[in-house]
């Protein structure tokens, strides 16, 4: 047994696979990846606080295993400019463990995940997202996915867990919130961007998904 933490410090990983010993050794990749903006974020919401994925399940993923195989070429190659190359193939492993986490998972359970498999929400979701401006209503939403206002309503409270509107306005304080970390746009700038055309609507709205006032947002100290 040799802990984690003394292959860290530099000690040399005695089970680190070669030729001769692929039946007995182990590798470990570690990396980690900084989020921003995932306050009102649903992916980052809707994922578990552990998300364990194999590339050798049966019937796994293929681009899973496919962008795992090409890491482990590179890894294996020390080639000039291998450690981008890696950084970039294990950016690509996590957007594969996430999307064979959303394809192979059972959970029928009311959120953001079943939304994306249901064809109708998962439209209405696409353009809610695409166009965050845009003056929604239940009634238009379901015109665009051809089905009564009433019926979409239904299934996509029961669907996401929330309904249509309480979507579209957190989605938009979501982009709000980018917007005001991300650019130089004022307040009235960023209101009409989702969609607001009063000011003081667009600020308590924001306050109370985000707990600071959009001039306060904008000051924090950022972590």
Excluded at 130 to 151: D, E, F, H, T, Y
Excluded at 191 to 217: C, D, I, Q
Aim: with cysteine; hydrophobic share 40%; charged share 20%.
């Amino acid at each position: 047994m040799l802990p984690f933490e003394a292959i860290k410090a530099g000690t040399g990983n005695v089970f680190q696979p070669n030729e001769t010993n692929r039946g007995r050794s182990a590798s470990l990749v570690c990396g980690v990846f900084l989020l921003h903006d995932t306050r009102l974020n649903p992916l980052f919401a809707a994922l578990p606080p552990l998300l364990h994925t194999s590339v050798s399940r049966p019937g796994g993923f293929l681009s899973l295993s496919g962008v795992a195989d090409l890491l482990v070429q590179e890894v294996n190659r020390h080639m000039l400019g291998s450690g981008y190359v890696v950084e970039r193939f294990l950016e690509l492993l996590c957007a594969e463990s996430i999307r064979s986490h959303i394809e192979s998972s059972s959970d029928q359970s009311a959120g953001w995940l079943s939304g994306l498999r249901d064809p109708v929400v998962s439209r209405a979701i696409a353009m809610i997202h695409s166009q965050p401006g845009k003056n929604w209503s239940v009634k238009n939403l379901a015109r665009q996915v051809a089905i009564s206002p009433s019926r979409f309503a239904a299934r996509f409270t029961s669907t996401l867990g929330e309904s249509p509107m309480a979507y579209v306005t957190k989605w938009r304080m979501y982009v709000a919130g980018r917007l005001l970390d991300n650019t130089q746009r004022s307040i009235d700038q960023v209101a009409m961007n989702v969609g607001y055309e009063s000011v003081a609507a667009f600020s308590r709205t924001f306050k109370r998904h985000l707990g600071l006032p959009p001039a306060a947002w904008r000051k924090r100290e950022q972590p």
